[in-house]
């Protein structure tokens, strides 16, 4: 058994091929940069490459039994900025790896999809996988779209996939100087004395899930046998709401320094809230989250504190 996972240097993908490894499963890894945060495996094959050359796909997917696709060139606060790359370099690009996996030795697609861009304004919470599915950005529309042509390569040449729509995932290997993952981006303000930036005024709830949890999942979703009515499109997150302002307080629990906050006008592309209903996954693939809000932090925490304040501002 071998598996390709493709943004495997970044934050999920380092926690996911440890996690493969120790299930004794080979691994090929294809990312554009190496890792910000981990160290080269030996036992690892390393591939550096863009998904848009569409040349090299044949060759990482050649021997590969499952395909993780983490990989995503954009965020969902900047892909309204120019949606038509973000339909260039995420759907075309997913679309020509399928292509590929159709054609070769892959018998499974692991995508990475996104519970909180799928939805839209959620009508209800929790949130099922029946709601309505009504992206307010192109981010959301591309991985919805890619959702529906995994089912497509499904219907036409019996390429089997599960999508996993995961809600935020954190904890350690998240890079604190990036621009998306609360958690993360907070701490690593908190470890350089600066204030915490919120946008709104911190009612804003999301569901967050500890990395180790997430990747359990893949790993889940991976091992799944659907038969053919059963479901393939899973919702990977806690299934608790938590304020913006919540986890500000447990940071400050944790940290035991001074922490500043800054409130800022709010942003457009957040919905009041989001949670996901896991229930699905509970049932199908049996998996469920078993890390609490507070201990994922403190883990993370005592990462980030043992980055040095070099690589804590180098880091983009």
């Known amino acids: ?44 094959e390393y591939v550096i490459g863009d998904l848009g050359n ?12 499952w395909v993780f696709h983490l990989a995503y060139t954009t965020l969902p606060k900047t892909s309204n900025d120019d949606p038509v790359y973000d339909i260039r370099s995420n759907l075309i690009d997913t679309v020509q790896l399928l292509e590929e996996c159709r054609k070769g030795s892959p018998k499974k697609v692991l995508f990475i999809s996104s519970g909180g861009t799928v939805y839209g ?23 919805l779209a890619i959702e529906k042509y995994l089912h497509l390569f499904l219907y036409l040449d019996g390429l089997e996939y599960a999508v996993t729509r ?34 709104g005024d911190g009612t804003v709830m999301r569901d967050y899930i500890y990395i180790e949890d997430a990747v359990a999942a893949l790993l889940a979703a991976a091992k799944y046998q659907p038969g053919p009515n059963d479901p393939r499109v899973f919702n990977i997150g806690s299934g608790q709401g938590q304020t913006l302002n919540h986890i500000v307080e447990l940071i400050k629990d944790v940290v035991h320094k001074e922490v500043k906050v800054e409130y800022k006008e709010a942003r457009t592309l957040d919905v009041a809230a989001n949670v996901l209903d896991n229930s699905l996954a ?15 932090i403190e883990r993370s925490w005592k990462w980030v504190e043992k980055l040095d304040l070099a690589k804590r501002t180098a880091i983009k």
Not at 4 to 33: A, C, K, M, P, W
Not at 169 to 195: D, M
């Open 1 to 44: 058994m071998k598996a390709l996972v493709i943004g495997g240097n970044g934050f999920i993908g380092t926690h996911l091929v440890s996690l493969l490894q120790r299930e004794g499963i080979g691994v090929r890894v294809f990312d554009r940069y190496p890792s910000a945060f981990a160290e080269p495996r030996s036992s690892v």
């Open 282 to 296: 509970q049932k199908h693939l049996n998996w469920k989250p078993t890390t609490d809000l507070k201990t994922g």
């Open 166 to 199: 995961m809600s935020n995932p954190y904890g350690e290997g998240q890079n604190p100087n990036a621009k998306q993952g609360a958690i993360g981006v907070f701490l690593g303000r908190v470890a350089r004395n600066e204030p915490i930036e919120i946008w």
């Open 121 to 143: 304004a959620p009508q209800t919470t929790p949130i099922t996988e029946a709601h309505p599915t009504e992206p307010i950005c192109s981010y959301g529309i591309t991985k």
């Open 54 to 65: 569409h040349g090299v796909l044949h060759e990482i997917v050649d021997g590969i039994d």
